[in-house]
T-cell receptor, first 113, second 115 residues
Framework: ETGVTQSPTHLIKTRGQQVTLRCSSQSGHNTVSWYQQALGQGPQFIFQYYREEENGRGNFPPRFSGLQFPNYSSELNVNALELDDSALYLC????????????FGQGTRLTVV | AQSVTQLGSHVSVSEGALVLLRCNYSSSVPPYLFWYVQYPNQGLQLLLKYTSAATLVKGINGFEAEFKKSETSFHLTKPSAHMSDAAEYFCAVKKGQTGANNLFFGTGTRLTVIP
C-alpha cells in the first residue's frame, strides 16, 4: 500500500507566474485536502475534494484552485503567484470525507522570487 | 469557531525527562483533537487522536494525551524523552464528525532534547 505522494518536492517560481502541484492519495482514499504551511507556522486549510467535487474551502482567494481526478489524485493550482505564497504545501488524504484520520504527504516546498 | 492554542513555541527537555507539550482548544461543539509530529523537511505524522471515546488517549512512540473538558485542554505527554523525539509538534482540532475534513492547527511547539 503506497502512502500519499506529492510532486515536485521543491519548486521555484517567479512572482506573477502560475504553478501546479500534484498529489496522489493513499490507495482507497477518496478525499484529498490541501494545506499551506508558511515558515514557522502551522498548516492552514486551503480546500478539500471529495469524489471530484470541492467539499469545503478555507480563507484563500480564488486564485487558489484545485482538481480531483477519477482516480482521486489531485492538483492544486495557484495563479498570479505572490511572494507570500512561498510555503510548504501539504496534501492529505482520508478514506472518507468524514473520516477523522488524515494521512499527509511530505509536501512541496514552493519558493516565489 | 474552532481553534487551538499551543503554549510555548519552544520546549527543551533533557533526555529521559518528562515531555509536556500544552494545547488548549476552543470549540462550540464537541471537538475531535489531534496531535501531529513533523520532522525536518517531512510531512505530518499522526501521533494520536481524541474522538469522544476515552479521555486518555495513547498514541505512537510512547506519547499520550488527556482530554480535559473542564480545562479545555489536550496536553501531550511522554514519560521519558528520547533524542529521536526532537521535532515540531502540532495540536489540531476538527469540528465534529461530519462536514469537510478540515483541521485547524496550532502554531506548533518545537521540542529539543538535550543529551
Amino acid at each position: 500500500e503506497t502512502g500519499v505522494t506529492q510532486s515536485p518536492t521543491h519548486l521555484i517560481k517567479t512572482r506573477g507566474q502560475q504553478v501546479t502541484l500534484r498529489c496522489s492519495s493513499q490507495s482507497g482514499h477518496n478525499t484529498v485536502s490541501w494545506y499551506q504551511q508558511a515558515l514557522g507556522q502551522g498548516p492552514q486549510f486551503i480546500f478539500q475534494y471529495y469524489r471530484e467535487e470541492e467539499n469545503g474551502r478555507g480563507n484563500f482567494p480564488p486564485r487558489f484552485s484545485g482538481l480531483q481526478f477519477p482516480n482521486y489524485s489531485s492538483e492544486l493550482n495557484v495563479n498570479a503567484l505572490e511572494l507570500d505564497d512561498s510555503a510548504l504545501y501539504l496534501c492529505a488524504s482520508s478514506l472518507e470525507r468524514s473520516n477523522t484520520e488524515a494521512f499527509f504527504g511530505q509536501g512541496t516546498r514552493l519558493t516565489v522570487v | 469557531a474552532q481553534s487551538v492554542t499551543q503554549l510555548g513555541s519552544h520546549v527543551s527537555v533533557s533526555e529521559g525527562a518528562l515531555v509536556l507539550l500544552r494545547c488548549n482548544y476552543s470549540s462550540s461543539v464537541p471537538p475531535y483533537l489531534f496531535w501531529y509530529v513533523q520532522y525536518p523537511n517531512q510531512g505530518l505524522q499522526l501521533l494520536l487522536k481524541y474522538t469522544s471515546a476515552a479521555t486518555l488517549v495513547k498514541g505512537i512512540n510512547g506519547f499520550e494525551a488527556e482530554f480535559k473538558k473542564s480545562e479545555t485542554s489536550f496536553h501531550l505527554t511522554k514519560p521519558s524523552a528520547h533524542m529521536s523525539d526532537a521535532a515540531e509538534y502540532f495540536c489540531a482540532v476538527k469540528k465534529g464528525q461530519t462536514g469537510a475534513n478540515n483541521l485547524f492547527f496550532g502554531t506548533g511547539t518545537r521540542l529539543t532534547v538535550i543529551p
